[in-house]
């Protein structure tokens, strides 16, 4: 999953924030899932991951829209 989400972040684009956050969403689960405490820690590692990645992709596009709008407000090409 992490090394699918950096073979990912390797591309260029106008989505830097989606796949900057996707990888940083994906790897801050996957600690925050191994961390919690009980015996199925690879188990929560791998939903902690997904469930990051979703949530930082997210956030990232939402960043990334709000950019792109702000661009062509300006008049910025």
Do not use: P
């Amino acid at each position: 999953m992490i090394l699918f989400t950096l073979l990912l972040s390797g591309c260029s684009g106008r989505y830097e924030n989606t796949q900057a956050g996707t990888a940083l969403g994906a790897v801050t689960g996957a600690v925050v899932g191994y961390n919690t405490g009980n015996k199925h820690s690879g188990r929560n590692a791998a939903i902690g991951a997904a469930t990051g990645a979703v949530a930082g992709g997210l956030i990232g596009n939402a960043v990334d829209t709000r950019k792109e709008l702000n661009r062509r407000d300006s008049g910025w090409q």
